[in-house]
């Protein structure tokens, strides 16, 4: 059974930082691709980030890049998103997922975490 637990959002003023964390358990995950999805109200879910958990590549939401890093601790199964110069528009629930790298589709979902940015 594939867990995905997130951890660190909350509140913060614009141009801040948060990091979130994200717990995989239940599997050998090297074959697998992890991203980070959000939702903002009224708004449909949408890709933020995704690394490949073997070979470390990236991929990034356009408005996001050069201010949010994802990267992968494989020995302790967890994936970070450290977000930076954070905009009122960043603000959403935050979802981790996995996928088997070969997959169209994330299978494995977290329960969310919110981040809200203040102006």
């Known amino acids: 059974q594939v867990q995905l637990v997130e951890s660190g959002g909350g509140l913060v003023q614009a141009g801040g930082s948060l990091r979130l964390s994200c717990a995989a358990s239940g599997r050998t995950f090297s074959s697998y691709a992890m991203g980070w999805f959000r939702q903002a109200p009224g708004k449909e879910r949408e890709f933020v980030a995704a690394i490949t958990w073997s070979a470390g590549r990236t991929y990034y939401l356009d408005s996001v890049k050069g201010r949010f890093t994802i990267s992968s601790d494989n020995a302790k199964n967890t994936v970070i998103l450290q977000m930076n110069s954070l905009k009122p528009e960043d603000t959403a629930v935050y979802y981790c997922?996995?996928?088997?790298?070969?997959?169209?589709?994330?299978?494995?979902w977290g329960q969310g975490t919110q981040v809200t940015v203040s102006s």
């Open positions: 997922a996995a996928k088997i790298y070969s997959s169209s589709e994330y299978s494995y």
